[in-house]
């Protein structure tokens, strides 16, 4: 309390955020110091290998971060009413992706659907007919057979966020989602009057989310 060294007479909220700590461990951290990590499945096949199956996809607009919903049953005992808890739930997360002069995501996508989907997103070896009904005409639908050891082609998609807390350490958070599932892709609009980059919204259902701090 009183003087210190570097904010002149107290100030509270020197205090409250570590300002005058010598390592400033109560400051907020900042949006924008973030990366998102990704390992692939080994039984998955890339159409663009040059990445590997664990990469930094650097080509990120945005991250909105998994949430949780607690479930919450009203019961009666005698005359009062009690609240239990039953479940938590994991929503999912949000990643906007830019959509690239490369095709990175959009490559990435692909695989997604080829590995899950026997249409997936790439050019179809055997075409559609044109007449529905016709037989003994062949088109790929419905599932591919995946294994169980690689049931998700995304093992995880790592979360990072960067805390510079002096000058001879960097340290952050990570928040890692296990078994992870895309759920919903929305593509952008295109409009002669918006200049804005095109991105692609991709909501992500993992299994499990795990926060460490490094």
Known sequence: ??????????????????????????????KFNFSVNM???SAATLSDANYGKSFIFDRVAS???????????????????RFITTRQEIAPATIVFYDTVDSQFQN????????????????LDIPFASNASTENIQTPSGLNAVE??????????SVGTLDTRDAGAVTGRVCEMVNCM????????????????????VQI??????FRNL
């Open 1 to 30: 309390m009183g003087l210190t060294s570097t904010t002149g007479p107290y100030n509270a909220a020197a205090e409250s955020y570590g300002v005058d700590d010598a390592i400033m461990f109560k400051k907020p951290r900042q």
């Open 39 to 41: 390992v692939i499945d």
């Open 63 to 81: 991250v909105d971060l998994p949430s949780y919903q607690y479930n919450v049953t009203r019961l009666n005992q005698y005359n009062h009413q």
């Open 108 to 123: 990435l996508l692909t695989d997604y659907a080829n590995y899950y989907y026997s249409q997936g997103l790439s050019k």
């Open 148 to 157: 169980s050891a690689g049931r998700f082609f995304f093992n995880t998609i």
């Open 182 to 201: 895309i759920t919903n892709v929305t593509h952008d609009n295109l409009a002669y009057a918006d200049s804005s980059p095109i991105t692609w919204t």
């Open 205 to 210: 259902q993992p299994e499990h989310v795990e």
